[in-house]
């Protein structure tokens, strides 16, 4: 027998979720997953996210043979697992080396304007947005590339700003050995611009900060970096 998923299992009560959804209530830290989460392939996974796109398509009344339309349930299906919800994957997760602080620099090390793009888990509509990171070596230090990497790790599954937000300071904290991370994320969520509120120039701005950054005048220096124009 083929690999199925259990959709009965996970039926949803509309009323509930609509009101959930439109709250931005977080439901863990974790990204929630099933036990068998991995149990299926990649391949097999396109090859049944293309079949349920297909009749979402169908649905909506859209002919698939329509030479445009015709591979777009391909498209999709390849897109959510291979880039999209990429990071849902645990071996996707970024090997971090660090380097001694051969320098002795001690002050804050700031990288401003990492860019990401993340999809919202209550409307699967993009989040985009930048991040600034800043840490205090505590004697050892990680590639910058890096951190751009972990942002791009934790963006690519359905999240909520909030769980993003911590989920790359934790692991800031965890891969460099200290407290003294901080965290300024400000992002524009499709959901809010492009459908409910239809607001397009909010966006949404997340923090997170430990050991000095908890300090007032760590935080403001933080701030006025960020702020600093080039
Ligand atoms: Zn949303």
Redo the contacts with the bound molecule.
């Keep these: 027998m083929g690999k199925t998923l259990d959709i009965e299992k996970n039926k949803i009560n509309k009323d509930k979720f609509d009101y959930e ?1 439109d709250n931005h209530l977080m439901s863990s830290l974790e990204s929630s997953l099933l036990d068998n989460a991995f149990d299926l392939s990649d391949d097999e996974k396109i090859a049944i996210i293309q079949e349920y796109f297909k009749n979402i398509m169908l649905t909506l009344g859209l002919d698939l043979n329509d030479d445009s339309l015709k591979g777009t349930p391909h498209r999709v299906a390849k897109m959510y697992v291979k880039e999209a919800f990429i990071g849902l994957k645990p071996q996707e997760k970024p090997k971090i080396s660090l380097f001694d602080n051969k320098y002795q620099y001690g002050k804050m090390l700031v990288e401003k304007n990492i860019s990401f793009h993340s999809c ?1 888990e ?2 699967f ?1 993009p989040i985009y947005g930048k991040v600034h990171i800043a840490y205090i070596s505590s004697g050892k230090v990680i590639g910058l590339s890096k951190m751009h990497r972990i942002v791009n790790y934790y963006s690519r599954r359905p999240q909520v700003q909030e769980r993003l937000t911590v989920q790359v300071f934790n692991e800031l904290k965890n891969v460099l050995n200290t407290e003294d991370v901080a965290i300024f994320m400000d992002a524009f ?1 499709l ?1 809010v611009s492009s459908r409910g509120i239809k607001d397009i120039t909010s966006s949404t701005v997340t923090i997170e900060s430990g050991g000095v950054f908890k300090e007032d005048n760590k935080w403001a220096e933080f701030i006025s970096i960020i702020n600093e124009s080039k």
Excluded: A, K, Q
Aim: charged content about 0%.
């Design positions: 959804g919202c209550h409307h509509l969520h959901c």
